[in-house]
């Protein structure tokens, strides 16, 4: 059990730009969240995956944002021609789901996204 | 929708004391969970605690407790013999039954004072 790893974990781009995001889960994690978390705010949810189905998508994700999940396994998130309000940190975090019980999110370490 | 408040921004402790830091939410869900999760700076956020709706007795883990008042819909976090790598940023979250999605408070800034 490597943790939830997140690439890259910094990037600049220039106002319309396009950038994607990676994220890779515990292995074994059906279910995968991506949250934004903007300077002195706590996460906000995205979006959220079980196995490759995209269940939910937050009003704040506009229709600049997409995000996918292939294979069930990794992830990626989107962000088509970037505004200097979508410069904020860029949370993933996994968990399982089975018929026994819940379990916890665990978090990766982010991607701190700056729009100039 | 559900919310969480965390009313102070920031807070300080001397090491080796106790801190409380206050959390209160809004939910129309009998059962559901509650967490403290610690973001250290440039780190990742890691769970410190969880209390499920349905178990009257309060959480604890090792120097971390809680105070879980269903009914006042408040969930305060104890920290006791506070230690420097204490200091982070607090965020108390809820999430409803089945794995969804956590919602945030905006976060308490814990400072520790050798």
């Known amino acids: 059990d490597t943790g939830v790893s997140q690439d890259p974990r910094h990037k600049i781009t220039k106002r319309g730009q396009n950038v994607t995001f990676r994220c890779d889960p515990i292995s074994e994690h059906n279910r995968l969240y991506w949250y934004r978390q903007t300077l002195g705010q706590g996460p906000e949810f995205l979006t959220y995956f079980q196995n490759e189905a995209q269940l939910e998508k937050s009003r704040l994700l506009s229709d600049r944002f997409s995000a996918e999940r292939p294979k069930g396994s990794f992830s990626t998130l989107e962000i088509q021609r970037t505004e200097q309000g979508d410069s904020a940190m860029y949370l993933c975090?996994?968990?399982?789901?089975?018929?026994?019980?819940?379990?916890?999110?665990?978090f990766g370490p982010g991607t701190r996204l700056t729009v100039t | 929708a559900q919310t969480v408040t965390q009313s102070q921004p920031e807070m300080s402790v001397q090491e080796a004391e106790t801190v409380t830091l206050s959390c209160t939410y809004d939910?129309?869900?009998?059962?559901?969970?509650l967490f403290w999760y610690k973001q250290p700076p440039s780190r990742q956020m890691i769970l410190v605690i969880r209390q499920e709706a349905y178990k009257q007795q309060n959480a604890t883990e090792n120097r971390f407790s809680v105070n879980f008042q269903k009914a006042a819909k408040s969930f305060s976090l104890k920290i006791s013999d506070s230690q420097l790598g204490d200091a982070a940023m607090y965020f108390c979250?809820?999430?409803?039954?089945?794995?969804?999605?956590?919602?945030f408070g905006k976060g308490t800034r814990l400072s520790v004072i050798a």
């Open positions: 975090a996994s968990s399982l789901l089975d018929g026994q019980g819940t379990y916890e999110q665990y």
């Open positions: 939910t129309s869900e009998s059962d559901y969970y």
């Open positions: 979250a809820y999430r409803s039954l089945g794995n969804t999605p956590l919602v």
